[in-house]
């Protein structure tokens, strides 16, 4: 089963409360895929070892210039700029590039070939206590994190219990995420601007027919303008997290806070418990539905 | 006419109450909100919107059944699995390419531009603000961030305002680019966390590919002097300019829920602190510029 953990506004606390979550579940099929492949954080507080890189990269055109009579099809076809004629000459910008081969399909003189852009890297390695931890880091300067995120989802053994840490926001790169996973928690922060962003993100998945729940996170900031809301939409809190100093002090040593506190290890367990039967129950629900 | 742009790398470090700060303390500005798929600026910054627009993105294919002879030419072409077996394209994988209805023998695929957001032209008392709103699960925030520095270029030629103020996205992907690109200066905030410090290290990583100077503030710096510290030691081995710290205050999030940007609304302790970086950042803009540009 996938859950997919989110919010809307960046800096709610997604990864704390994947990595936490992941800390303290007991069982030895929980992987983790860190899809903020722009500013990915979770390995610094999984601490994984052994861990093998793998560079990812997609397609690019080249132009083969003997071959090529600068009959101008492939500019025609190409949605992006990528591929123009130039002052007598194809030039192509492969950062523009989204790799959809039309150039290569229309060319009557099978004068394209194929070429690669590197989007970044996929990592993969277990901490000591047995978390795999996959995460994608998307190369500087690279505008596009989509389809490094979804090669990060390839990696997804949907068997076990996969925790899916998603970038911000609510375009292309969170949706990428967001797409086919059993369920969405979202991560709140009880602000005019988490509030205004958590609803941006829940208009989201109801376009995507994901179950979404939500927790919140430094519950005392403003009480009850999440959940004023979570109810008018019919929205599940399944926890809330309190401010503190030492919480925030913990997490920003790259630390567990399940491992220092042990009051948020039950909060915690009691997420993952309610997160658990939910699935359960849709599962079975789904079962007898077919 | 100068542009500052101000980023952070990881989100939710307070980028947008020092923007905001930012907006109602100089004295003749534009302000640009280009966090498009999370907007927030206009939740602080009290104005009257003047104008709006439709922003036109990409196209997306969609299958006319009527016309369509189910060959099973466009499924084979499409890279993005968009394409059913009962021949129905799903927007939101569509990466509207227009390969499928380039090649359709029957012309059974429309291939039409989206309208994926809206674009405002606003103002408010201390000048005027350019903002949009993506559609839900729309793309090209990029596109629609260059559309919304190229509107704030064009009002502040036409208005001779000497100053544009842009509250950047999180992230480095591509509506960050579009948020630095060509910018004269970048200041990031950042927190004293590790995930902070190695956002912060990526994006200064971005704006040394583009050449722009970029300066820092640390926000919450009391939470984790420790770190705030090696932040700071960065920033000096880094050539990054260091404007200030902000101390950790609950007025922050107070003046957030009363609608006015933190300076506006505290005298504490982060407010002042913000004032004294706004000096700073202005003399950067000034001065240091000049001599390094
Ligand atoms: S692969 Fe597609 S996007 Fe890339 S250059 Fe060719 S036509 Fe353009
Ligand atoms: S389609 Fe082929 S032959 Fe025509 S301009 Fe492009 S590369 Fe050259
Ligand atoms: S290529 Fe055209 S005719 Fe063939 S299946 Fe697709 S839509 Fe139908
Ligand atoms: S436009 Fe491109 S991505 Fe969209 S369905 Fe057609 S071939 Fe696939």
New binding site residues.
């Given amino acids: 089963m996938i859950i997919t953990i989110a919010s809307g506004k960046g800096g709610t606390g997604k990864t704390t409360v994947t990595v936490n979550l992941a800390a303290s579940i007991n069982r030895d099929d929980v992987t983790v895929f860190d899809c903020d492949v722009e500013e990915p954080n979770s390995h610094i507080f999984i601490k994984p070892e052994n861990i093998s890189s793998e560079p990812i990269s997609v ?3 080249k132009v083969d210039t003997q071959r090529c009579t600068l009959c101008g099809a ?1 500019e025609e ?7 123009t004629l130039v002052a007598k000459r194809i030039m ?3 950062e ?9 399909m ?1 060319c009557p003189e099978d004068a ?1 070939k194929e070429d690669s852009r590197v989007l970044g890297s996929v990592h993969q390695g277990k901490n000591a206590r047995g978390i795999d931890l996959t995460w994608g880091e998307l190369r500087v300067g690279e505008a596009m994190s989509p389809p490094l995120i979804s090669q990060v989802k390839d990696r997804i053994n949907p068997g076990g219990i996969a925790l899916v840490d998603a970038p911000p926001g609510t375009s292309c790169p969170a949706i990428e995420a967001l797409r086919s996973s059993d369920y969405a928690l979202l991560v709140a922060e009880p602000t005019p601007f988490g509030l205004n962003d958590l609803a941006l993100t829940v208009e989201a998945l109801k376009k995507l027919k994901v179950p979404t729940g939500i927790v919140i996170n430094r519950a005392d900031d403003a009480p009850g303008i999440v959940e004023e809301y979570a109810k008018k939409e019919g929205i599940e809190i399944l926890q809330r997290f309190p401010f503190s100093r030492e919480a925030a002090s913990i997490c920003s040593r790259g630390k567990l806070l399940v491992n220092e506190m042990p009051e948020m290890k039950a909060l915690f367990q009691q997420l993952f418990n309610r997160l658990n039967q939910l699935l359960t129950e849709s599962k079975e629900a789904g079962e007898v539905g077919k | 006419m100068k542009e500052l742009t101000v980023i952070s790398g990881k989100g939710g470090t307070g980028k947008t109450s020092v923007t905001a700060s930012f907006a109602t303390l100089a004295d003749n500005r534009i302000v640009v909100d280009a966090d498009v798929d999370a907007a927030n600026l206009f939740l602080t910054l009290e104005h009257k919107t003047l104008e709006n627009s439709y922003f036109k993105g990409g196209s997306k294919a969609c299958i006319d059944k009527d016309a369509c002879i189910e060959c099973g030419d466009c499924r084979e072409r499409c890279q993005f699995d968009a394409i059913s077996e009962d021949f129905i394209i799903d927007p939101i994988a569509c990466e509207g ?1 227009g ?1 499928c209805a380039y090649f359709c023998p029957e012309k059974a695929i429309a291939f039409e531009q989206q309208v994926c957001g809206e674009k405002f032209v606003s103002q408010t008392p201390w000048g005027p603000m350019i903002h949009a709103r993506l559609g839900i699960a729309e793309e090209n925030s990029g596109l629609l961030v260059s559309q919304l520095r190229q509107e704030a270029r064009e009002l502040a030629k036409d208005k001779k305002i000497p100053l544009i103020i842009t509250d950047g996205p999180p992230g480095i992907g591509c509506p960050v680019i579009a948020a630095v690109t060509n910018a004269d200066a970048l200041l990031i905030v950042t927190e004293p966390t590790l995930s902070g410090l190695h956002d912060m290290e990526r994006v200064k990583a971005l704006a040394d590919q583009m050449n722009i100077p970029t300066m820092l503030c640390i926000n919450k710096a009391d939470l984790n002097p420790e770190t705030a510290g090696r932040i700071k030691n960065f920033a000096e081995d880094n050539g990054i300019h260091f404007v200030g710290e902000i101390p950790f205050d609950r007025e922050v999030i107070d003046a957030m829920k009363a609608s006015q940007s933190l300076v506006q609304f505290s005298q504490g302790a982060a407010a002042k602190a913000v004032k004294s970086i706004w000096k700073e950042v202005q003399q950067f803009m000034g001065t240091t510029l000049e001599r390094i540009m």
């Fill in positions: 397609m690019v055109p492939c076809i190409c949605q992006f700029s990528a591929i192509t910008f492969p523009m590039c989204h790799s959809c081969r039309g150039c290569e229309v394209v | 390419c390969v």
